[in-house]
Structure formats: structure tokens, C-alpha cells
């Protein structure tokens, strides 16, 4: 079994809020999918950066609580650094207002951020067995994975 492969299957069924939902309306489980799938695809295709300018940095309130709950402390951790990199008088309210600061970030911020994805492209912890075992855990939210 491909877990990997299962996660992206889920990624793109009926069984996640992912784009059917607003991420507020979403259960605590599916906001832990969404939550994780959109830093990962955003940090991997652009950085950080790139996740704080686009829609899903409506998920940067939420992210590090979503590796806790996966068990994933050391990557929780990266995702509440580069918050406070990013925004260090605190996360704006809103995705709109999330994104139109990062669109000024300063070199530095950049820089510090840039050296963040390095760390998060690390991956201190397996994530797709971690989101794998967690979304198995909530079929109730999920259905049945495999």
C-alpha cells in the first residue's frame, strides 16, 4: 500500500473539505488534513513565503496545532517559527490581511523564512505515516482509507 498515494486520493475526494468548505466550517480532523496538506504543498512548491501570500495561509493559525495532533512536535515548531518571522506583532486576523503583509516582507524576513524551508524540507518527522495513521483515525470525518 502507497500511503502516500492514498493521502493524494483523499486529497482529491469527496471524503475532504478541501476546497468544498470553508476551512472555519471544516471538523477539527478535516481542518488537520487541510491544514497540513496546504503547508506542505505550498512550503515544497514555493516557501514559506509562498504559503503566507496565497489563499491557504488561511490555515497559518492552525498549522502548528495540526503537527501536534499528527505527533509531529519538531515540524510544529518550524511552522510557529516562521510565523513569528513572518508576522512578529502577531498573525493578522485575516487570510486577505495574512497575504497582503507578506506581499513586504523584507530581505531579512525572506532570508530568515528561506532558511526555515530548508528545515522543513528536512522533515524531522515522517509526515505521510503520521497524516496517514491520524486521518485512519477519524473515519468518521474520512470514511475508510485503503
Not at 502548528?64 to 499528527?70: K, P, Q, R, S
Not at 507578506?102 to 524531522?124: G, K
Not at 495513521?133 to 482509507?145: E, L, M, N, Q, R
Request: with cysteine; glycine share 4%.
Amino acid at each position: 500500500m502507497d500511503k502516500n498515494q492514498e493521502l493524494i486520493m483523499l486529497s482529491a475526494s469527496d471524503r475532504t473539505a478541501l476546497g468544498r468548505q470553508e476551512f472555519s466550517e471544516q471538523s477539527t480532523p478535516q481542518k488537520v488534513f487541510s491544514a497540513i496538506w496546504a503547508v506542505e504543498a505550498e512550503v515544497n512548491n514555493g516557501g514559506f513565503s509562498q504559503y503566507f501570500r496565497n489563499s491557504s495561509c488561511e490555515t497559518a493559525g492552525f498549522v502548528a496545532d495540526a503537527f501536534e495532533m499528527i505527533q509531529a512536535p519538531s515540524t510544529a515548531e518550524i511552522c510557529r517559527r516562521a510565523v513569528k518571522i513572518a508576522f512578529p506583532n502577531g498573525l493578522p486576523s485575516s487570510p486577505g490581511e495574512i497575504s497582503a503583509e507578506a506581499e513586504n516582507f523584507t530581505s531579512e524576513v525572506e532570508d530568515n523564512l528561506t532558511d526555515l524551508d530548508q528545515e522543513f524540507y528536512a522533515y524531522p518527522h515522517n509526515l505521510t505515516d503520521l497524516l496517514y495513521a491520524y486521518v485512519s483515525a477519524h473515519p468518521d470525518d474520512f470514511g475508510p482509507v485503503c
